[in-house]
């Protein structure tokens, strides 16, 4: 086997230099597509938070819970000329704001803070209790009106067949009403020629 000659080495080297900084300026270009998605996807979660935000709605029970907010969260969207930085708070979950309520210094105010939960709970369940009640009349006016809805269906199926019944009856009776005035004159025809035609003499 002979030796590669210098040109050959130098040749082999930058090629070996070539493919390597091909390959890695596909990755650094994977890469940036990686990073160029992901940037895109939180931009338009960010987007949705700021228009779900931005809706009369959510203004409206943003202005009623100011009590129950804390750390807010920051959403900067980007225009064609300039960035501006939008700044909203966020709610606390159901737990912290129990836990905040439940903070007490001594034994008789947590007793009469439990006593509070106690006394909205038993109410929620009292409102439950009341929409349970108001579903079922729901369901039984629904039943109702399925079966009212059933009747009525069968009654017009048999003023449908009682129209064609009665239809048929009088196609039947006007046939019958024809045929007998075709037999009057069919008869009378007959009478009529057998009087009329001279009678031969015997």
């Not at 069919?186 to 009087?195: K, L, Q, T």
């Amino acid at each position: 086997m002979r030796k590669r000659s210098i040109s050959d080495q130098c040749l082999v080297k930058h090629n070996l230099v070539y493919n390597f900084k091909q390959n890695l300026n596909r990755a650094k270009s994977e890469e940036k597509l990686k990073i160029n998605k992901i940037v895109t996807k939180q931009g338009q979660s960010k987007r949705k938070q700021f228009l779900n935000f931005v809706k009369p709605a959510s203004l409206f029970r943003f202005k009623k819970d100011k009590s129950k907010i804390e750390h807010p969260i920051i959403l900067t969207t980007i225009n064609e000329n300039e960035a501006v930085t939008v700044k909203f708070p966020k709610k606390k979950s159901i737990v912290l704001q129990a836990g905040d309520f439940l903070n007490a210094d001594n034994y008789p105010d947590l007793n009469g803070k439990l006593e509070v939960l106690k006394i909205s709970m038993m109410n929620n369940l009292n409102r439950l209790i009341e929409r349970d009640h108001s579903l079922m009349d729901l369901e039984k006016k629904a039943d109702s009106l399925n079966c009212d809805a059933l009747n009525l269906k069968m009654t017009s199926n048999n003023i449908k067949k009682l129209k064609a019944y009665k239809k048929l009856r009088n196609r039947i009776f006007f046939c019958l009403i024809v045929l007998v005035i075709i037999l009057i004159f069919y008869s009378a025809f007959i009478f009529w020629f057998n009087y009329t035609r001279p009678k031969s003499k015997s």
